[in-house]
């Protein structure tokens, strides 16, 4: 990894999570404009935003209203570390209310597409872009009114005060998501906020991932074994050939043959995934085991949990004797590599607070 990237890095912009779906697109977008990102959750506080180093912080939207009971709030010595921050939808409002401005509890809903206008010349977040132009919006709550010294960027038919601006305070914020393609000129509001508004350059890419990745494994694991669960699918198939590359030999990969796979998934796992890797396979052939277990069974939730279970069960006895072939060459079993999508993390909660979707996809 270069010393470049290293830096970049050392200074990433934090993407708070309020229980967002889209924590993890706006952490996507951010990097797509050439600047390194993490997520971390609404319950950060300012010292350990502060031991980060941050060049600058996003607060994602989210389902809550601020005026539920046990809403999720951000820590207000946040907004006063000097570090820019911009608020996109119930992080823009969590701004509003915490500097002093007002958010109205109206009951008049924005979804979807919405027509928008830009105020003046649209200050440095908003520059550049046409006056009336359609943004993608989800809320119940309105900033009503801006906190003092704030200058009011846009407004739609139902929100007065759709986005907000003090470069004196290097903070801003938005009622719409940017972050989703449906905003006509999403991308443009958060490379305006990280080059112009946070000065931050656009200098990170992604092309060190692999190296650091392999290099990060090979660090961790040392001279241990590792299993991993290959499916065949791509999340289980990346991750087992980042893990090869780091340690070779002393990766074995387990697969389960359940019987509901694609047709000659798995002749394509044992012949063209191991001759194009050359990593050690274990086959499970457990399509008896699954299809009884699955017998007379209709309710979808219900076959997801003993999908789980059977898998569970048939992996553990492969480890079993994986682990004993392990101590028989006076090695050890310290690792297991979990491939997950990003599709995945959005739709099983992958952060604080978020609504799970899609149970079996618990990662």
Known sequence: MSEAAKDTEANPVLVVDFGAQYAQLIARRVREASVYSEIVPHTITAAEVAAKHPSGIVLSGGPSSVYEPGSPTLDPAILELGIPVLGICYGFQ?????????????????????????????????????????????????VSRAPAGFTVLASSDSTPVAAFASDERRLYGVQWHPEVKHSQFGQRVLE????????????????????????????????????????GGVDSAVAAALVHKAVGDQLVCIFVDHGLLRQDERRQVEEDYVASTGVRLVTVDAVDQFLDALAGVTDPETTRKIIGREFIRSFENAAEALVLEAQGDGSTIDFLVQGTLYPDVVESGGGTGTANIKSHHNV
């Open 94 to 142: 969590v701004m509003a209310q915490q500097l002093g401005g007002d958010v109205a509890n109206t009951g008049l809903r924005e979804y979807g597409a919405t027509g928008m206008t830009v105020t003046g010349d649209g200050g440095s977040l908003l520059a550049g872009q046409p006056t009336e132009q359609t943004v993608w919006m989800s809320h119940g709550d309105s």
């Open 192 to 231: 305006n906020f990280l080059h112009t508004a946070a000065g931050i350059p656009a200098d990170w890419n992604s092309a060190n991932v692999i190296e650091e990745q392999v290099a990060r494994i090979r660090e961790q694991v040392g001279t241990s074994r590792v299993i991993c669960g290959l499916s």
